[in-house]
């Protein structure tokens, strides 16, 4: 850090000390994790991880995105609802519209006004759920995307770790680093350091 413009002696220890610091703690927080990460993470990477945090931007973008994928997840979820409360909607009208249709119904067209009443109930549970398999399928898709923003985001903040993949061992290997980060901003909140 010396010989940087702007950069003093006291500034340099202060941020040595401070990697120090967030190293150590990291190594801490590390043997919660199960022992296949464990071994993953190399001193170089967690001595890496550290210095991306030392002046707190890290812990900003993590809870930036942390809140866009709260509020990701919470609208996913009303339009799912949403949906639910349309298709309850349309057995229930279809549910009444075939009583009324029973009640002024003839006795010897009751056979046939049943077989079509069912045809018809069969009929919208077949569309309700492909619209609810289509729905799912848009959700995923959007979460998908979510994760691959946040891969981005993370990456190119320097953040150890942090690229575009969906190999699922690296994907956890991803989230784990992300608690890590999380329970150490969560730490120094508490302490009063941040």
Do not use: W
């Amino acid at each position: 850090m010396d010989g940087y413009p702007g950069v003093t002696g006291a500034d340099s220890t202060n941020q040595q000390e401070r990697h120090y610091y967030l190293l150590s703690e990291l190594q801490t927080l590390v043997k919660d994790l199960p022992s296949s990460f464990q071994q993953r993470l190399s001193y170089n990477t967690l001595s890496d991880l550290a210095l991306a945090l030392i002046d707190g931007t890290v812990y900003e973008i993590v809870q930036g995105l942390l809140d866009i994928q709260h509020l990701t997840e919470k609208n996913l979820y009303n339009q799912r609802q949403k949906l639910n409360g349309e298709h309850q909607a349309l057995k229930q009208e279809l549910v009444r519209k075939h009583k009324d249709a029973v009640l002024s119904c003839k006795s010897h067209n009751l056979g046939l006004l049943k077989s079509n009443q069912q045809t018809e109930l069969e009929t919208l549970d077949i569309r309700v759920r492909e619209e609810q398999r289509m729905m799912d399928k848009k959700i995923v898709a959007e979460m998908d995307q979510k994760v691959i923003d946040q891969q981005n985001t993370l990456e190119k903040a320097g953040v150890p770790g942090f690229y575009i993949t969906t190999n699922p061992q690296e994907l956890t290997m991803q989230m784990n680093l992300l608690e890590l980060i999380l329970k150490l901003q969560q730490k120094e909140s508490q302490s009063g350091i941040l």
